[in-house]
């Protein structure tokens, strides 16, 4: 019987990852970046915070005060803000920063991690911005065609 190191039982765990089995742990890490929450949490974090009709969201990350996310995101409840955050910081996503100022400050910035999903986020929006004219058009058609 040979024995394994942690890094190999660690290595070994990760390789067995599959997302198509109902129980591997990578399926709740999917859940909760498909969310439309996380998606422009993550878009705007990894913005330089120019979110002018129409333009795409670019420029150097930078951190964000709490304040400055709620109003970025227009339709998001104070609630499901703080619950979208702290998952987020909980994976390791975003870092939160508490300045003791009067009254408290807390900002929060994209980590490495949450650097490297950006990329795609930013893609999967801006997709999202591009083709709904035609998704639109193509529920039309749908919606004719059923009803």
């Known amino acids: 019987m040979t024995t394994m190191t942690a890094a190999q039982k660690r290595a070994q765990t990760k390789a067995a990852y599959d997302a198509f089995l109902a129980a591997c742990p990578s399926r709740k890490l999917l859940d909760r970046i498909s969310d439309k929450w996380v998606a422009l949490i993550l878009a705007a974090l990894g913005s330089d915070g120019s979110h002018q009709l129409g333009a795409e969201c670019a420029g150097e990350p930078r951190s964000m005060r709490y304040s400055e996310l ?38 929060y910035e994209l980590t490495d991690l949450g650097l490297s999903l950006h990329q795609m986020m930013r893609g999967l929006k801006t997709w999202a911005e591009t083709h709904m004219d035609d998704v639109l058009a193509h529920r039309a058609t749908y919606d004719t065609r059923v009803a």
């Open 70 to 107: 709620s109003r970025l995101l227009a339709g998001v409840s104070q609630k499901m803000l703080t619950q979208t955050l702290r998952s987020l910081e909980r994976d390791g996503l975003i870092t939160r920063t508490v300045t003791p100022t009067v009254p408290v400050t807390v900002s």
